[in-house]
């Protein structure tokens, strides 16, 4: 009786005028290679935001996506509370 747990990003989409990155992380557990239990984690990385702590895949993906004009026109898209938000 072996039991194994696989890590993978099973998905990875570039979205919306801003060109977020959505990670889809899917956890497998089986038991002599029968799949038991399957989970799934999302998250997302915003133009401007820190990605080197992705994979390599998802790195090269938000270097070619996330551009200087990019990333200005997210950052100008945001209120912040100076801006006066209600």
């Given at each position: 009786?072996?039991?194994?747990?696989?890590?993978?990003?099973?998905?990875?989409?570039?979205?919306?005028?801003?060109?977020?990155?959505?990670i889809?992380?899917?956890?497998?557990?089986?038991?002599?290679?029968?799949?038991?239990?399957?989970?799934?984690?999302?998250?997302?990385?915003t133009?401007?935001?820190?990605?080197?702590?992705?994979?390599?895949?998802?790195?090269?993906?938000?270097?070619?996506?996330?551009?200087?004009?990019v990333?200005?026109?997210?950052?100008?898209?945001?209120?912040?509370?100076?801006?006066?938000a209600?």
């Amino acid at each position: 009786m072996a039991l194994t747990k696989t890590v993978v990003e099973d998905k990875i989409e570039v979205v919306g005028s801003y060109k977020s990155v959505q990670i889809r992380t899917a956890t497998v557990i089986k038991e002599d290679g029968v799949e038991l239990s399957r989970s799934f984690h999302r998250h997302v990385v915003t133009a401007g935001q820190d990605y080197s702590g992705e994979s390599t895949e998802v790195q090269a993906i938000c270097a070619a996506v996330h551009t200087a004009e990019v990333v200005a026109a997210y950052e100008a898209s945001q209120v912040t509370p100076e801006d006066g938000a209600p």
